[in-house]
């Protein structure tokens, strides 16, 4: 297969610096669509791949899942797109599209294991897959996005993987007008959970340990803001949930949450990967008929309903936009939390 060559950034071995480099893309094939990459946001995953913190990092690492451009070419068989137009590609660039999952649009689940936009098995050029921190990307049809061309670009490209990862549990137990949603947790994902349940109509309010967030989570759309370390506090809104999105990346005591949902209440973990620690009490659970869940991103349907719900409603991720040559900064800011969402990398800066 013929191939063409794009400046990216990416890391050599775990312990180094992000650095330019060259990587290999394919020509478009008759199903594929080329996008150049104006914007691409920069996600806890990034670092953790980078770092191999997850293990099972191949390098060169070069990551990226949040891309936001504009069609440069496309395939002979290509019916929905045109070149010019603006596309977007999340964590997804393929499943095995067959089996239950993936026949009902829910790719993320394909059970016999999704590509991932990067580090995952590219089945074209061998080897493994590189990700949005790069002039171009090459993806199959089926996996690119429409993009509503009345938003802020910057600021749609975290829609991609922490506006998905939000609305899709959102989305799944049906929250609406009449809904009580809480968020725990006011970083990436928990500022777009915030601003996605209010504009479905929900009644929003945030669980933070930092009383300092409460007048920045107003401002996102959260109606109330609850301070989980004030015992006080917690009472006052005991089975009062129908819905929580849990978006703490860390082990942390979920039990005290749980209490505050109502009968038939959810609670979903879509930040932390691993054991519970304290152990789950399974108490109030069986007298309240109450669910701790999981979610993950969510299928190109679904993240195609999300861009074309915030398009309607103008919703948006709040970023800082950085260039390429800072991603190491970015990283270790990103670490300290000191950052207020997102950060998005203007890719532009990759051709200088």
Same mark, same amino acid.
């Given at each position: 297969?013929?191939?063409?060559?794009?400046?990216?950034?990416?890391?050599?071995?775990?312990?180094?610096?992000?650095? =330019?480099?060259?990587?290999?893309?394919?020509?478009?094939?008759?199903?594929?669509?080329?996008?150049?990459?104006?914007?691409?946001? *920069?996600?806890?995953?990034?670092?953790?791949?980078?770092?191999?913190?997850?293990?099972?990092?191949?390098?060169?690492?070069? !990551?990226?899942?949040?891309?936001?451009?504009?069609?440069?070419?496309?395939?002979?068989?290509?019916?929905?797109?045109?070149?010019?137009?603006?596309?977007?590609?999340?964590?997804?660039?393929?499943?095995? @599209?067959?089996?239950?999952?993936?026949?009902?649009?829910?790719?993320?689940?394909?059970?016999?294991?999704?590509?991932?936009?990067?580090?995952?098995?590219?089945?074209?050029?061998?080897?493994?897959?590189?990700?949005?921190?790069?002039?171009?990307?090459?993806?199959?049809?089926?996996?690119?996005?429409?993009?509503?061309?009345?938003?802020?670009?910057?600021?749609?490209?975290?829609?991609?993987?922490?506006?998905?990862?939000?609305?899709? !549990?959102?989305?799944?137990?049906?929250?609406?007008?009449?809904?009580?949603?809480?968020?725990?947790?006011?970083?990436?994902?928990?500022?777009?959970?915030?601003?996605?349940?209010?504009?479905?109509?929900?009644?929003?309010?945030?669980?933070?340990?930092? !009383?300092?967030?409460?007048?920045?989570?107003?401002?996102?759309?959260?109606?109330?803001?609850?301070?989980?370390?004030?015992?006080?506090?917690?009472?006052?809104?005991?089975?009062?949930?129908?819905?929580?999105?849990?978006?703490?990346?860390?082990?942390?005591?979920?039990? !005290?949450?749980?209490?505050?949902?109502?009968?038939?209440?959810?609670?979903?973990?879509?930040?932390?990967?691993?054991?519970? =620690?304290?152990?789950?009490?399974?108490?109030?659970?069986?007298?309240?008929?109450?669910?701790?869940?999981?979610? *993950?991103?969510?299928?190109?349907?679904?993240?195609?309903?999300?861009?074309?719900?915030?398009?309607?409603?103008?919703?948006?991720?709040?970023?800082?936009?950085?260039?390429?040559?800072?991603?190491?900064?970015?990283?270790? @800011?990103?670490?300290?939390?000191?950052? @207020?969402? @997102?950060?998005?990398?203007?890719?532009?800066?990759?051709?200088?």
């Amino acid at each position: 297969m013929s191939t063409f060559t794009v400046k990216a950034y990416g890391a050599e071995s775990t312990t180094a610096d992000l650095k =330019e480099m060259n990587i290999e893309r394919r020509e478009v094939t008759s199903k594929d669509i080329e996008i150049e990459i104006l914007y691409c946001g *920069v996600c806890h995953s990034d670092l953790h791949t980078a770092r191999n913190d997850w293990g099972g990092t191949l390098y060169p690492a070069v !990551p990226g899942h949040e891309i936001v451009g504009r069609i440069t070419k496309v395939g002979s068989e290509i019916t929905k797109f045109k070149v010019g137009d603006l596309a977007a590609v999340g964590c997804l660039v393929d499943s095995c @599209r067959t089996c239950d999952s993936c026949k009902q649009d829910l790719e993320q689940y394909c059970l016999n294991g999704f590509t991932g936009t990067y580090n995952g098995q590219d089945k074209h050029l061998g080897g493994h897959t590189f990700g949005g921190y790069s002039q171009k990307v090459v993806v199959d049809e089926h996996f690119v996005l429409k993009v509503p061309e009345n938003l802020d670009l910057a600021a749609v490209a975290p829609l991609l993987c922490a506006g998905i990862t939000t609305w899709s !549990p959102l989305k799944h137990w049906n929250v609406g007008p009449d809904s009580k949603v809480a968020v725990v947790g006011l970083g990436g994902l928990g500022h777009m959970a915030i601003k996605l349940a209010k504009g479905l109509g929900a009644e929003v309010t945030l669980f933070s340990r930092t !009383p300092g967030k409460s007048e920045d989570a107003k401002q996102l759309g959260a109606d109330h803001v609850v301070i989980s370390t004030d015992e006080e506090q917690m009472k006052s809104v005991n089975g009062k949930f129908d819905v929580i999105i849990d978006t703490v990346p860390y082990v942390h005591d979920i039990n !005290p949450y749980v209490s505050t949902l109502n009968i038939s209440g959810t609670l979903v973990l879509v930040g932390y990967l691993g054991g519970l =620690e304290p152990i789950l009490n399974t108490v109030p659970m069986i007298l309240g008929r109450k669910s701790v869940a999981g979610s *993950v991103i969510g299928g190109i349907a679904e993240t195609q309903e999300l861009l074309d719900f915030c398009g309607a409603h103008q919703i948006v991720s709040e970023v800082e936009v950085i260039k390429m040559q800072d991603i190491n900064k970015a990283y270790e @800011r990103m670490l300290k939390s000191d950052v @207020r969402y @997102r950060f998005v990398i203007d890719m532009q800066s990759l051709n200088n």
